[in-house]
């Protein structure tokens, strides 16, 4: 269920939105309708108000169910997961898990109701299923959930009865004890007690409980109302098909007050009446601690999912079993840690918790032992400690005959064949395309990309273009369950929904360079079926487009795919003669497109200009096209209509290529340098020649003449001119590294007379007329260590 802001309730999370529905409050045990005396068994249904994911409660609940032994269990979810109970039991089945409901029209309208090992949930349908007794959910079922408009049902009302905002019931009763931190209260009314009975502190809380709903209604949240309506006609249900002595309800504290209100059938019937209903399905998925954190945005969160597994894992001494986790993981990482660390950290957190008079140590407690022992102070380690052992990594199972779609299915099984096991742990995976087993695992990973399902993405490392390593960044996330049963649609296999998906983005797309694009996804992913239906659309939106920046946009996605495309050992002959026709087209628009562009739209052409001299660079057998290319470039260079940015940068790539030798890439300098050129030109076309990581400040460097150009154009700018050109002119050399603006600096400090700009030697630019022998043979012991070679005398 959702809401944005829970008190107490079910827990649940609603996926996209990160918003959730369910409690995050207290938990009480309590007979209502009944009475109780010391430890004796009650008259009546046994209603558990409880924290959902507190350890504490969980204890409490198996503690009241092994003295009440029911015959049913009554569980707060979704009415729908009665048919899923049964798999609640399956040894393939391990928690952390959640219950997974959606649309079955909008798959995306979906909701999880997550249960940890700790979830007192989870521990009553497992007492439930090992004694045979029934298990029934009583919440209003995801049918109307999903349904509705605007799933939190606030109404808009931001205030309770009597005035003042929603509240948190566990921060109310945690205010009234004289306990700022809720959670801290918590742990020491309920999670550290080590009272012999379980079960003692839960009337006391059943009775507050019952105190704040007298005084704030439902808390802010109108929804209420109607779960709790819904909770009790499956009650009476219950009551009247077992008897009321072996019935038990596990719900949120909140809950319990409302369940034993005195109302009619017909007036809870009144409240469901015209309810919004739409058809969904429902099943169990994996979930991890880390999504069970509050930080996650999961609004019944807690705070330290791994420290409460912990806490309920146990069977004795959690400080000492904690203190030895701790030292594990900080020796993993190479952190000095000995048993006198451990033992130190124990007595520590013991003495804190005698000092803030606490029963036994909290979290609190063993964390400052940790920093100041096994982290000696540092927060770094501290860091490490709190991410996968507070938190955790923990990721669920459940078994293979859950519901499922049938995409779903095939992704499980593709998992398993290609050994790819979904972790909720993020890692890097290397692969090398020139084997099977990486191809395939590649070609899973892009087209799970394709249909949106963001279980992998291309990360930085040995990968690169042109070469035969990808590497993936992964990591499972709970919330792609629902992303993959929304790619349903598209098939019932990968790779069927990936060759529609492909089909269908190629039909919508509008711009050309998305065409391309999806063209280069579908090579990467190996859809063959698919490219037939994307290249008639690539050949009809680039016979159509007459934009060249659009057509410059969609050229290096195509060169990419024809020179690459055969590591995988994709086809690409379809893709030759669209790619030609687009250089062709690019070279006969490019010039008359560059005129009297602005500032803005002349450096983004510059962009177009790189990407399209790399992607002809790339296309196989296109010499034809470099000369042509090149003939481009020699226009815009000595065009003066031309902006100075684009006629600079085509100076530098004729130089870098070649096809102008320096002497002429100077007189084209001086030329665009000249007095007569207005300042702001002549910066433009500076940024352009040497601007930006292309490796102009080197180039400058290593030719003197050009450097000279530079400064003596530079230091003949009007002062009232200097102002406009400064910013430009920053930002040029911002983009050298230090070491080269360092270089430059020191030659413009030199100056003509010291080897500085304007100082020509002969010979070649930047270079001594002849050979240093000493400098040279400085070199050769350290040639010789790294060859291994002896020295010659």
Known sequence: ?????????????TAGAASTAGATSTSTAEATSTSTSGRGLPRGPLVLGVRHHGPGSARGVRAALDAA????????????????????????????????????????????????????????IRWALDRGAAVRFIDLPAAHTLAAADP????????????????????????????????????????????DDPTAPFEALAEAMGALREAYGHGGHPRDLVREAHMRIRLRAARKEFGDD??????????????????????????????????????????????????????????????????????????????????????????LVSSAHVIEAVRLAQTLAALRGRPLPGLDETTDAVRAVLCEGSDVPLDLVRDRLVVGDVLGEVPAGAPAVPLQRDLARRQRTLRLKPEATERDLDLDLRKDMDGERSRLLHRLRLLGVGWGEPASGRSGTGT??????????????????????????????????AGSLALAAKALADVTALAEQCLLAGLTDALPVVMRALADRAALDTDVGHLAQALPALARSLRYGDVRGTETAALAE??????????????????????????????????????????????????????????????????????????????DEGRIATDEAALLMSRALSPGTPPPDAAAWIDGFAGGASGGGLLLVHDERLLGLVDDWLTGVPPEAFTDVLPL???????????????????????????GPGHTLPGVPGFAPTPDRDRADAVLPLLHLVLGTEVLV
């Open 578 to 655: 669209v790619a030609a026709g687009l250089a062709e087209r690019i070279c006969v628009g490019l010039p008359p497109a560059c005129a009297g562009l602005d500032t803005d739209a002349a450096a983004a052409m510059r962009e177009r200009i790189d990407e399209v001299h790399q992607a002809l660079a790339l296309l196989p057998g296109a010499d034809g096209l470099t000369d042509r290319w090149a003939g481009v470039l020699h226009r815009l260079a000595d065009r003066d209509r031309i902006p100075g940015i684009l006629r600079g940068r085509a100076v530098r790539l004729l130089l």
């Open 246 to 335: 072996a019935v038990a309800v596990v719900c949120g504290a909140w809950h319990v007050p409302a369940l034993g209100r005195k109302t009619t059938v017909a007036a809870d019937r009144a409240l469901l009446k015209g309810l919004p209903k739409v058809k969904t399905e429902t099943t169990w998925v994996p979930w991890t601690h880390r999504r069970l954190a509050r930080r996650s945005g999961y609004g019944a969160g807690i705070e330290a999912p791994g420290w409460y597994a912990h806490l309920f894992a146990a069977p004795d001494r959690p400080v000492e079993r904690w203190m030895t986790k701790v030292a594990g993981l900080l020796r993993a990482e190479d952190h």
């Open 729 to 755: 002119l920053r930002r040029t050399f911002s983009g050298y590294e230090p070491g080269v603006r360092r270089t430059l600096g020191e030659l413009v400090a030199r100056g003509p007379q010291a080897g």
């Open 152 to 195: 939190t049902w606030d109404d808009g009302e931001d205030e309770v009865a009597g005035g003042g905002l929603r509240i948190d019931p566990v921060a109310e009763l945690a205010g009234a004890a004289g306990y700022e931190d809720a959670e801290r209260w918590w742990e020491d009314v309920v999670e550290l007690r080590g009272d």
């Open 468 to 501: 035969f390593r990808e590497t993936w960044r992964l990591r499972w996330e709970p919330e792609l369950h629902v992303q993959v049963a929304e790619a349903g649609v598209w098939g019932t296999t990968v790779e069927a929904a990936a060759t529609a998906r």
């Open 1 to 13: 269920m959702t809401s944005r802001s829970r008190p107490t309730s079910t827990p649940t999370f």
């Open 69 to 124: 032994e029911p015959a049913v269990v009554l569980i707060e979810g979704p009415a729908e997961a009665d048919a899923l109970v049964a798999l609640a039991g399956d040894p393939d089945m391990r928690p952390p898990v959640a219950l997974l409901a959606h649309a079955v029209d909008d798959p995306g309208r979906a909701a999880f109701w997550p249960m940890a090992a700790f979830s007192p949930e989870w521990v009553a």
